[in-house]
């Protein structure tokens, strides 16, 4: 079984600060990872997603990711936010192959973002 | 119309009442799902459909009954239900590929 644990469940920054939401999973098996974003009263929206390849995800929003086998780790991060990144981001994981339940999506319990003027 | 769809988005209901949520996904996908996101919560995984067939429930209650007609459209059918089952429904739907998983913007249940 996989499992993603967000370390922060509140983040307040000031604007035009940096910002970086922490992520850490576990699983035995390669994975695929996901940041999504809630804004109030609205579902998910993917920002980006590490499949393969080069470690440094960009999204969108001029969000970026980065994957650590190592640590296990997929943090987000942006060198500048604005008000309007205030929302809640949601970490997630899958195993990278398909079948049957290992196609769902595992989710962290949520990073509720705040940027302050 | 594009992307996945919910109706209502709003919905108020008492514990008696009878009502159904809708999902429609316009991405061709053949995966569609159920989630539950309750305050202070993590996120709900509940139904799962491929190719309209129920692959997953979650222990997920009775008084919940999902319905999947074709691979566009999901429903769930609400009745009886507690005041604890307020919370927004989310539906999503996934395609063949990286299992990236497609949300609507949900559906506001509160039940008095």
């Known amino acids: 079984a996989q499992s993603v644990t967000q370390l922060d469940s509140q983040v307040p920054v000031f604007e035009e600060a940096p910002v970086e939401l922490r992520c850490n999973y576990s699983s035995s098996v390669s994975v695929y990872l996901f940041w999504y974003v809630q804004y109030p009263n609205q579902g998910l929206q993917l920002l980006l997603k590490?499949?393969?390849?080069?470690?440094l995800v960009k999204g969108i929003n001029g969000f970026e990711a980065e994957f650590n086998k190592s640590q296990t780790s997929f943090h987000l991060r942006k060198p500048s936010v604005h008000i309007s990144d205030t929302a809640e981001y949601f970490c997630a994981v899958s195993h990278s192959f398909s079948s049957g339940s290992a196609r769902q999506l595992t989710f962290g319990s949520g990073t509720q973002l705040t940027v302050l003027p | 119309e594009t992307g996945v769809t919910q109706t209502p988005r709003h919905l108020v209901m008492g514990m008696t009442n009878k009502k159904s949520l809708k999902c429609e996904q316009h991405l061709g996908h053949n995966a569609m799902y159920w989630y539950k996101q309750s305050a202070k919560k993590p996120l709900e995984l509940m139904f799962v459909y491929n190719f309209k067939e129920q692959t997953e429930n979650n222990s997920v209650p009775s008084r919940f009954s999902p319905e999947c007609p074709n691979s566009s459209h999901l429903f769930l059918h609400l009745h009886t239900l507690q005041p604890e089952d307020s919370a927004l429904y989310l539906c999503?739907?996934?395609?063949?590929?990286?299992?990236?998983?497609?949300f609507g913007p949900g559906t506001r249940l509160t039940v008095l």
């Open positions: 590490y499949l393969s390849g080069s470690t």
């Open positions: 999503a739907s996934r395609g063949s590929s990286y299992n990236e998983q497609f």
